[in-house]
């Protein structure tokens, strides 16, 4: 059974960064592809980054391309989203998600982590 853990969620004023890690354990199966998403209540869950355990494939949300920067530590099983220039619109409860890529696109599945809360606001 595959699990993931988010971890790394606070508070941080605007401008400032916070980096959120996600470990996944378990049987990864045919879930090549990590995805991070942040939802606020009463919005649906949207997409942040992702990025194949190969390395490559990564893609990012037009929002906060430039400003985040997604990575992986396959020895560990952990992929990371550093997060820069934090603004308060990044507020937001941030999920892992296990998927994969079609077409190009990223696929998610319904392998969810917790969440950790990011609260941008000074």
């Known amino acids: 059974q595959l699990q993931l853990v988010e971890s790394g969620g606070g508070l941080v004023q605007p401008g400032g960064s916070l980096r959120l890690s996600c470990a996944a354990s378990?049987?990864?199966?045919?879930?090549?592809?990590m995805g991070w998403f942040r939802q606020v209540p009463g919005k649906e869950r949207e997409f942040v980054a992702a990025?194949?355990?190969?390395?490559?494939?990564?893609k990012y949300a037009d929002s906060v391309k430039g400003r985040f920067t997604i990575s992986r530590d396959n020895v560990k099983n952990t992929v990371s989203l550093q997060m820069n220039s934090l603004k308060p619109e990044d507020t937001a409860v941030y999920y892992c998600?296990?998927?994969?890529?079609?077409?190009?696109?990223?696929?998610?599945?319904?392998?969810w982590g917790q969440g950790t809360q990011v609260t941008v606001s000074s």
């Open positions: 990025m194949a355990w190969s390395g490559g494939s990564i």
């Open positions: 998600n296990a998927g994969r890529y079609k077409s190009g696109s990223y696929v998610r599945s319904d392998y």
């Open positions: 378990g049987f990864t199966g045919d879930y090549y592809a």
